[in-house]
C-alpha cells in the first residue's frame, strides 16, 4: 500500500471529533429529555446518514460501472 497514512489519521481524527461532540451532546439531552426518547433520536439520525451514505455509494459505483462499461 502506498501512501503516507495521512488519509487514515484524518479519518481517525474525524471520527474522534464527531464521537465526543456526540457524547458530550448525547449527555447534556439525557439531563434534560427522557434517555429512551435521546436513545431513539439518536438511532435515527445514524439511520437517515446510513441511508444517505449507502445511496450515494451505489450511485458513485453504478457511475463507474458505466463508465468500465460493466454496466447498461
Known amino acids: 500500500m502506498k501512501g503516507n ?4 489519521h484524518f479519518s481517525a481524527l474525524l471520527t474522534i471529533i464527531i464521537w465526543g ?7 447534556v439531552l439525557v439531563a434534560i ?3 429512551k426518547i435521546t436513545a431513539l ?3 435515527g439520525i445514524a439511520l ?3 441511508g444517505l451514505l449507502l445511496s450515494e455509494s451505489k ?3 453504478r ?3 458505466k ?3 460493466l454496466a447498461k
Open 5 to 8: 497514512g495521512t488519509a487514515g
Open 48 to 50: 437517515m446518514l446510513a
Open 33 to 35: 429529555l427522557h434517555e
Open 59 to 61: 450511485l458513485f459505483l
Open 41 to 43: 433520536a439518536a438511532v
Open 63 to 65: 457511475k463507474e460501472a
Open 67 to 69: 463508465q468500465n462499461g
Open 21 to 27: 461532540t456526540t457524547f458530550i451532546s448525547t449527555k
